[in-house]
């Protein structure tokens, strides 16, 4: 066995597994509430979601087991250039260790080597630890939601220019 995380692009064999780390973090932090991508349809079947033009969903993974993921998506109603940091979920064993802002670097990264030029994200008060990262690097707090996610339970609105 090797300590060696892999991050790399979702395949099909990561829907259940993805699915199951997002909902437990949402669960530990109390966030599994309607208006949430909890109850969202499209969290058991990201590897569809994210054949999207525009998009990328990157898997963090040890010894074959995900960790965790976080990913880009082009949501509706966004600005032009502008793209969506979404389902940045880790499992509780992979917290703390610096691997969400590896996997939000790396997925800012990438947008902005396709043409983005700003990254909005959404989030909610029981995540406060994801939040402070988000202001680490550079994100600031926005007074209103942007763009069409569909996410209503969700009341913090951050704002990133690459």
Not at 20 to 43: C, H, M, Q
């Amino acid at each position: 066995m090797s300590n060696t995380i892999v991050i790399r692009n979702i395949e099909l064999k990561d829907n259940a597994a993805i699915a199951s780390v997002i909902r437990a973090a949402l669960t530990e932090f109390g966030a599994n509430k309607p208006g949430t991508v909890y109850y969202d349809p499209t969290t058991d079947h990201l590897f569809e979601l994210f054949q999207t033009p525009g998009s990328i969903y990157f898997i963090a993974e040890k010894d074959g087991a995900v960790l965790g993921g976080c990913g880009i998506f082009p949501t509706e109603g966004l600005p032009d250039a502008t793209c969506e940091l979404v389902k940045l979920y880790l499992s509780n064993t992979a917290r703390g260790t610096g691997l969400g802002k590896k996997l939000l670097l790396q997925s800012m990264a990438w947008a902005k080597q396709n043409g983005y030029t700003q990254v909005y994200l959404e989030s909610m008060p029981e995540l406060s630890k994801a939040v402070s990262i988000y202001e680490n690097v550079g994100f600031e707090k926005l007074n209103q939601a942007m763009g069409n996610s569909g996410h209503c339970g969700c009341d913090i609105w951050m704002l990133k220019k690459l």
